[in-house]
């Protein structure tokens, strides 16, 4: 079966830094996406990995240990505009999405 | 620019009724998917397609289908609408097998009364 996991809600001051983490155990694996979807709008990619380790990008970065089925979104510099659910998505020719986590960004 | 674009955005039938959903790209992508929205659940894969004249079911195909008669439409027919069938849907494309971005349409959002 499939089955990914990630905290439902998460909450973070601006300026901070915050780790969501994603959990997964699939019976196919070609890669980890990472995508952020505002309230009311359609998910935007945001990162993925293939191989384990981080990729940065910016203010975000992705890490995946694919041994431990296990990535994590680190988002520096909180700003109210990260306010968002965050979908973690394993790739086996398609996406299988985890329930998402909703981050709270406070002043 | 290339897009994805899904109609109606908006939609409200009745029990019973069948409902399609259109959803169109001009990425010229080979894959397309259906997904769908509900609070405490996260996207959830209905139908999905690898190309003209190839279906796949997902985790939630029961009560819908799907055809692909060329490269740019992936509509998704709810036979036989149903209340449990209320959310939104979302419908995405990508070029690649693997490890390819995948684009997604504004959603639709359906209601059925």
């Known amino acids: 079966g499939q089955n990914i996991d990630q905290p439902t809600e998460m909450t973070a001051t601006e300026g901070a830094i915050v780790q969501i983490n994603c959990t997964y155990q699939?019976?196919?694996?070609?890669?980890l996406f990472w995508y952020q979807q505002h309230a009311g709008e359609a998910p935007t990619f945001l990162s993925y990995n293939v191989l384990d380790g981080l990729e940065e990008k910016g203010r975000f970065s992705s890490f995946l240990s694919r041994s431990k089925g296990y990535s994590y979104l680190l988002l520096k510099e909180l700003q109210m505009k990260d306010s968002a659910s965050y979908l973690c998505?394993?790739?086996?020719?398609?996406?299988?999405f985890g329930q998402g986590t909703e981050l709270s960004v406070k002043p | 620019d290339a897009e994805i674009t899904q109609s109606p955005r908006h939609k409200i039938t009745e029990t019973g009724r069948q409902v399609t959903l259109a959803c169109h790209q001009t990425?010229?992508?080979?894959?397309m998917f259906w997904y769908r929205q509900d609070l405490g659940h996260g996207l959830r894969l209905i139908h999905y397609?690898?190309?003209?004249?190839?279906?796949n079911k997902g985790e939630v195909s029961d009560g819908y289908s799907v055809s692909r008669s060329n490269t740019e439409d992936l509509p998704l027919t709810l036979e036989s609408a149903a209340s449990s069938q209320t959310s939104v849907y979302f419908c995405?494309?990508?070029?690649?097998?693997?490890?390819?971005?995948?684009?997604f349409g504004q959603g639709t959002r359906l209601t059925v009364v």
């Open positions: 990425w010229n992508h080979n894959n």
């Open positions: 397609s690898y190309g003209v004249q190839d279906t």
């Open positions: 995405a494309s990508s070029q690649g097998r693997m490890n390819t971005e995948a684009f």
């Open positions: 699939t019976s196919g694996f070609n890669g």
């Open positions: 998505a394993v790739e086996d020719g398609k996406l299988i």
